[in-house]
């Protein structure tokens, strides 16, 4: 069977409805594996009016798995996740739970676990696991399962280092070393793009009977196309194909992502018709948003288009993340009327939209080079916001520091502070490049010191290109403050033994270094 798409003049299928469908992960992994629930909608309505109404009504709606959340009613335990969330009196989060749970009312498992699985989803991990935490320092009021244990190995891997859930994992009883914490420990090592620990922790696995099931053969497929090695997914599919294990909506989609990184069209479009064969799965909308990716790389638009099309009829209310895709694909594609249309769209979708939005639609306008619109959308965020990331101050900044606009973006920063926003480093270095672009090699330094300075968690180190410059500057003036300066620079973050700062110290060492 042709794929749909090869024949321009005939539209893309709508997915076929089911009334049985299976999630892409189990509750208690916290894997990344890029999926999305499947689901088949309208396009949104070309009235303003109708667009806002059903955004409020849809946005009413959350699926949170198998259990009926709804039905719980009242959700009491909202009040106490906002008292975390945004740090209620600066208090540690034990602290927080401790005092509500002597004070207001005896909490239950199934409320801290509500509030874990809601820190998570808006990625504040740090505080997801000191929920987590605080339940372990009372196991005899809260026994945890090894769904439980899974996601909190998981947490502690984002948190505190991939050695730290190592152990974790290391001191867990026997009986909890089951497939679910296994499938934990080995989407940690995937994400850290570990490979000898995957490959082998797949393989521990399928001596226990543990890869039997679908999620860690998508957990391995997805990481060998994260570290550019899409062929070797082949054979994890015939595998799967030997063992009986079933195919979800993820496999092909990671399968189909497979495809597109060794930028096989043909492969691609037998996958998707196979995937169309299958009646137990519907292609959702990652399904069409990476086949539109593929296609925009070959330079096929109107396959392109076609794709987002299809992918629009699959968005919901629950799903932001659709929203970004699309944003972000329509501006690949030069669609402006089409970013803004989705833009509008989002808005009316969901009550609140968050950094992570902002961002996405701040950096399609400015690729489209609508910098006047993404100026104004940035007023706007700045407006609203009572979260200040500096990721999405730094995408009009990065763009003014390319441009060469320095008083743009000293007065973008400056405002930023004002308003009790904190830099990161590499919001500095930003601002450095754009000094070193003016010669202005003083100011460049500074903002590296600044960078430095910042007491993160950040792995930041100067750009290679940024010390070749400013040490050459360093040299022709003979400025032996200006190079020690910067060699303390990075000396302080871990810089000084690497072999390419090296390399580069040593080219513009000079008489007094």
């Known amino acids: 069977m042709l794929l749909h798409l090869v024949t321009s003049s005939s539209p893309l299928t709508t997915a076929r409805p089911s009334t049985h469908r299976r999630p892409c992960v189990s509750a208690a992994a916290s894997v990344t594996v890029r999926c999305a629930a499947s689901s088949s909608s309208s396009t949104p309505s070309s009235s303003g009016s109708e667009a806002a109404a059903a955004g409020k009504q849809v946005a009413k709606v959350h699926s949170y798995g198998s259990v009926d959340y709804e039905r719980r009613a009242p959700l009491r335990w909202s009040t106490l996740y906002r008292r975390i969330a945004v740090g209620h009196g600066g208090r540690p989060v034990g602290r927080t739970l401790g005092a509500w749970d002597e004070g207001e009312r005896r909490l239950d498992k199934w409320e801290l676990c509500r509030i874990a699985k809601e820190l998570r989803k808006f990625r504040r991990f740090n505080l997801a696991l000191q929920v987590y935490d605080w339940m372990t320092e009372r196991r005899d009021r809260f026994p945890l399962s090894s769904s439980d244990m899974a996601i909190q190995l998981d947490l502690i891997a984002k948190v505190r280092g991939v050695s730290h859930a190592e152990k974790y994992f290391q001191d867990l009883p026997d009986a909890l070393k089951d497939k679910r914490t296994y499938g934990s420990l080995l989407n940690v090592y995937a994400q850290a793009m570990m490979k000898e620990k995957t490959e082998g922790t797949f393989e521990q696995m399928r001596k226990k009977g543990f890869a039997s099931d679908t999620l860690p053969c998508n957990v391995l497929m997805n990481f060998y196309v994260d570290v550019g090695e899409p062929d070797k997914v082949s054979a994890i599919i015939d595998e799967m194909k030997e063992r009986n294990v079933s195919f979800d909506v993820c496999t092909y989609n990671i399968w189909i992502k497979s495809c597109a990184a060794k930028q096989d069209a043909d492969e691609m479009e037998q996958v998707f018709n196979q995937m169309i064969a299958d009646l137990s799965v519907i292609a959702n909308w990652t399904t069409y948003t990476t086949l539109a990716s593929m296609y925009i790389k070959l330079g096929n638009t109107k396959k392109a288009e076609e794709c987002l099309k299809e992918a629009e009829k699959r968005t919901t209310g629950r799903e932001k993340k659709c929203f970004h895709y699309l944003i972000t694909l329509y501006s690949h594609l030069g669609k402006k009327e089409e970013v803004y249309r989705i833009w509008n769209w989002y808005k009316a979708t969901f009550p609140t939209i968050h950094n992570l939005g902002y961002q996405e639609v ?152």
């Open 362 to 513: 701040l950096s399609a306008l400015v690729r489209l080079g609508d910098i006047e619109g993404a100026e104004l959308l940035y007023e706007e965020w700045a407006s609203k916001s009572s979260s200040f990331d500096p990721k999405t101050m730094n995408i009009l900044l990065a763009w003014y520091a390319r441009e060469g606009l320095i008083t743009k973006s000293e007065q973008i920063l400056n405002r930023f502070v004002e308003k009790g926003g904190n830099p990161k480093p590499n919001t500095w270095e930003i601002l450095a490049t754009a000094y070193l672009k003016d010669n202005k090699i003083s100011e460049a330094l500074s903002c590296m010191e600044k960078a430095t300075a910042v007491k993160s968690v950040s792995k930041w180190k100067p750009r290679p290109t940024n010390v070749e410059s400013l040490l050459a500057s360093f040299k022709e003036k003979n400025d032996t403050e200006g190079a020690h300066r910067l060699v303390s620079v990075l000396t302080s973050r871990g810089c000084a033994e690497d072999e390419e700062y090296k390399s580069l110290i040593n080219t513009y060492a000079f008489a007094g270094t």
